[in-house]
């Protein structure tokens, strides 16, 4: 995305050169340092947290497809400065699509992300009310402007059409261990209530076989007795016993 809006910027503004108003040089070279400087940043200095397995857009095919509409639709075909400034506009117009495709590729719908698109949404959104204004008042408009504006605000809410994050479920397993007496003189009541161990596949070996899990769950049988997460049998004195685990 930011490979796209750095030539976009670079195209547009090709015209510095041009005697222009002092201010409206400083901040053509200032987008255009930006968002060379962005470039540096995710490239350069960061790149180790830079996600390449899902950056995978061909942004050529964008690329070629913007460059054909502006040779085809712009006002001046022998003019070399109007070609590239109508491929900016189409170019700008889907410069948005590689981070969709990056969000959807990442199944991952970042807050961080989701206000940039807002933020993106409310900036043409109020471009096409002023772009409305002057065609009620002036009845006059730039196709060339308005039609790629409004194709970029319709690809905006694309974004919002995305999966959501799935929630991570961690595996578990079930044992139902056989229910032995504690000692020979005690039998065994065929109608004490049977327990089910939860365990948390991430448990160490040494928490599973001697220590009681956090998804471990105590059953009370019939015969006044609770089974221990190991698997053991205890006397419950259910006027006095009291459960510290938790």
Known sequence: ????????????????????????????VFLICISYTTIILIYVVYKKT???????????????????LGLLETRDISMPDEVLWAFSRYLEAVVI??????AYKAERKTKTITYYIIALILYRALYIAGWACR???????DAYVVYPGIV?????????????EPTTVLPTTVEEPVQ???????????????ILRQESLLETPFLKRNAASYTSVYTIG???????????????????????RY
């Open 97 to 102: 699509v590689p981070q969709i495709y990056f």
């Open 152 to 164: 970029q605000f319709v690809i905006y809410f694309v974004y919002f059409f995305l999966p959501k």
């Open 50 to 68: 830079y996600q390449r397995e899902y950056d995978a857009f061909w942004i050529e095919t964008l690329i070629v497809i913007c460059l054909g």
């Open 222 to 244: 019939l015969d006044s007795k609770t089974t221990s997460p190991n698997g053991s049998v205890k006397s419950l004195n259910l006027s006095c016993k009291q459960e510290g």
């Open 135 to 141: 065609y009620q008042f002036e009845n006059r408009f």
């Open 180 to 194: 032995t007496p504690s000692s020979p003189e005690t039998p065994v009541n065929p109608r004490a209530t049977k």
């Open 1 to 28: 995305m930011q490979i796209l809006l750095a030539i976009v910027y670079t195209s547009r503004y090709v015209d510095l050169l041009s005697p222009m108003i002092a201010s409206m040089i400083v901040m053509k």
